[in-house]
């Protein structure tokens, strides 16, 4: 921990924030009894809390951001160099930084050709409904609109981008939506909707196209969905789905919108989601691990021929992208951008989150085989789930307290940090979610899935 706090520090930090911070995601009536955990360093996989207990961390930060790991000094001295030589303009001009990211990251995008920069995945999306909107406006008469979104998948927390989010527990109480979102249904074949199907990727991708005809194809401007659900259960597709997706919205003349917050910068082993699959997109939006949350910064990437619709008409005052993002104007971000990159490429953590990701469905496979609690496992690079059941035979979801128990127990036991479906699908929270930095050893994982091994019994035999 750092010494330069001492004790006394600290005690007015618990009741500053006990009196004044609103925690995200959390039901702050236990802070009339307890104290809230303030994490004060990192290093690694590990950080180290207000008493100083050391905690290895399987989900990067909390929210699957961290990526290359905590302590990074050379990110921070990158950022720091650029602030003091050029801090913000906003965004309709450039910056160093931000023309050199943009050159880097099209490199790892065969296909893609613009960044469009803001600070956040919510509103990094949120910029793609807007171009989509903005194109059924000036070439299809405002008719071609409709955005399609798939159930379990999240696009972020603002009113937009939960009226195009499918889990039903996180938009809850935040109606009136925005019109003009459509629901498609999820490709969890665990949890297939159909029954016992051969090709249940194709099913599943052919539900979309009945969506599609059921609202009309010339009402449809966009599909947009994660290459892996995130926070809906960790949902690999199905062999299949994703072939079968491409092909619909080609026919149908549908932009594919991928939104690549969670999945993007390595966390499946390639540098994007999307790659595993053989996807061609239209947009592809990332956040989170772009810059490993050492500052924010989120990008809204598109083709060339997306680009060129908003240069089609420079006589038409209303025909370019009548947009801005505040902080998009920030340098830190693709100052920060930049060197996590490098870090990715000189340490092959692309080539480790593979290997790694490979390990780690192993030793989860390895738990499933010993607790009858564990129903499915499943993932890809280092982004992994456990999904717990009372019954194998049924798969009825276990209870979301019995999860969380298995959070809390490895927490409290071990110190070890590990995620879970949370408030996103009534009656379905009960996936463990794990997703640690793509730095992580065999010892990091072994010592990660031992601890649920031992909450799993815990919680099973109490």
């Known amino acids: 921990m750092n010494e330069m706090l001492t004790q006394n520090d600290i005690s007015h930090v618990v009741e500053a924030d006990k009196a004044h911070v609103w925690h995200h995601l959390i039901q702050h009536a236990k802070f009339d009894t307890t104290d809230p955990n303030i994490i004060v360093e990192g290093k690694g996989m590990r950080v180290w809390n207000q008493a100083g207990r050391e905690h290895i961390d399987a989900v990067s930060g909390g929210v699957w951001t961290v990526n290359v790991g905590y302590g990074r000094e050379s990110i921070a001295n990158a950022v720091r160099d650029q602030l003091m030589k050029m801090n913000y303009f906003a965004g309709s001009a450039g910056s160093i930084p931000g023309a050199l990211f943009a050159e880097k990251l099209i490199e790892k995008m065969p296909g893609m050709s613009r960044v ?15 171009i989509v ?22 696009h972020g927390t603002t009113i937009a981008t939960l009226s195009a989010g499918g889990q039903d527990e996180r938009k809850g109480q935040y109606g009136p939506f ?116 050492y500052a924010a910064i989120s990008c809204t990437v598109t083709t ?32 920060a951008a930049l060197e996590n990159m490098r870090i990715l490429e000189d340490e092959n953590l692309l080539e480790n989150t593979t290997k790694m990701g490979e390990y780690l469905l192993e030793k989860l496979e390895g738990l499933k085989a010993k607790h009858e609690i564990v129903g499915d496992v499943r993932g890809k690079g280092l982004f992994c789930g456990a999904e717990l059941v009372k019954d194998r035979d049924t798969r009825e979801a276990v209870d979301e307290s ?48 031992e601890s649920i091994d031992t909450a799993l019994t815990q919680v099973t035999a109490g």
């Open 116 to 130: 469009y920069y803001s600070n956040s995945g919510s509103e990094a999306n949120e910029k793609c409904f807007k």
């Open 178 to 293: 925005t019109p003009g979102f459509v629901e498609v249904p999820h490709c969890l074949e665990y949890r297939s909707q159909w029954g016992e199907v051969d090709d249940y990727g194709i099913r599943a991708a052919n539900a979309i196209e009945e969506v599609i005809l059921r609202e009309g194809p010339d009402t449809v401007g966009a599909l947009c969905l994660e290459p892996v659900t995130a926070g809906g259960g960790v949902i690999t597709p199905p062999e299949g789905y994703w072939d079968r997706v491409q092909e619909i919205c080609k026919k149908y003349d549908i932009l594919l919108h991928i939104d690549e917050v969670v999945c993007g910068m390595g966390r499946t082993g390639t540098w994007f989601g999307y790659q595993q699959y053989g996807i061609e997109p239209d947009m592809v939006t990332m956040a989170k691990g772009v810059a490993s949350g």
């Open 133 to 154: 909107r903005q194109i059924a406006h000036n070439k299809y008469g405002g008719k071609k609109h409709k955005i399609l979104y798939r159930q379990r998948d999240y």
């Open 304 to 335: 060339e021929e997306v680009f060129q619709m908003f240069k089609a008409d420079p006589s038409d005052p209303m025909s370019y992208f009548r947009d801005i993002s505040t902080f998009g104007g920030c340098t830190a971000g693709p100052a």
């Open 402 to 449: 019995v999860a969380s128990a298995v959070v809390s127990a490895c927490m409290v036991n071990d110190g070890v940090i590990i995620g879970m479906t949370n408030r996103s699908l009534k009656g379905f929270n009960n996936t463990l979610c794990l997703s640690p930095a793509l730095i992580c050893t065999k010892n990091d994982l072994d010592q990660i899935v």
